[in-house]
């Protein structure tokens, strides 16, 4: 069965990076968009960005430009967030989830999430 | 960005009772392939979020068909035809047309 798992939760301080993995097993890894998606306590969900691991494109959210890298290992058919220049309005829990095959682009499958605490 | 606004934003309901959610776009989600990109998750209390419709209308792998979604352009709806207890949790819509996808504020059904 199709499943995602990410990475524990981490705590970091503020102007450090953080990276996310997920890894994914039940399907062919190359075949389907990786997506991230971040939730604050209490709040909506909220997209960062998608990477097609197949070719290694990806496409930010504008807000995250420049702070947000994703990258793939396709040998362990595993996907990697990296934010960096964390400040207090980044604590969250973080989704990966799969995406955007063929013509669909909606997430079918996620991952438990990584809870990432900013914190002095 | 695209602007996606639900409601309501809580809905307390009745078991046996259906119930519906609304979701509005600031502009069109129909793509010239002729599908609109709206899809509808659900958030279980202390869970991930989970699909339950894709492209407007078309009910994900093992979703009930108690849940049905239906609209086009800018308004779409999500309709609940029986609540059972187990529909408690934050529905929210998110539109995959433009770039950053976009979700709704969430709705958040309970039972009565």
């Known amino acids: 069965q199709v499943q995602l798992v990410q990475s524990g939760a981490e705590v970091k301080k503020p102007g450090a990076s953080v990276k996310v993995s997920c890894k994914a097993s039940?399907?062919?890894?190359?075949?389907?968009?990786i997506n991230w998606v971040r939730q604050a306590a209490g709040q909506g969900l909220e997209w960062m960005g998608w990477m097609n691991p197949n070719n290694g494109n990806t496409g930010t959210a504008q807000r995250f430009q420049g702070r947000v890298t994703m990258t793939k290992d396709t040998s362990k058919s595993t996907a990697y967030m990296e934010l960096s220049g964390l400040t207090f309005e980044d604590t969250a829990m973080y989704y990966c989830a799969r995406g955007g095959y063929d013509y669909r682009r909606d997430f079918d499958y996620w991952g438990q999430g990584t809870l990432v605490t900013v914190s002095s | 960005d695209i602007i996606m606004t639900q409601s309501p934003l809580s809905l307390p309901v009745t078991p046996g009772e259906p119930a519906s959610i609304s979701c509005r776009s600031s502009q069109s989600l129909l793509h010239s392939n002729g599908y609109n990109y709206l899809d509808w998750y659900l958030q279980r209390p202390g869970q991930s979020p989970q699909l339950l419709i894709y492209?407007?209308?078309n009910r994900a792998s093992g979703v009930p068909d108690r849940f049905s979604g239906s609209g086009a352009g800018t308004d779409f709806t999500l309709k609940i035809n029986r609540v059972e207890a187990d529909d408690v949790g934050i529905y929210y819509c998110m539109q995959s047309l433009q770039i950053p996808w976009t979700f709704g504020q969430g709705t958040k059904v309970e039972i009565k």
């Open positions: 492209l407007a209308s």
């Open positions: 039940g399907y062919t890894f190359t075949t389907y968009d």
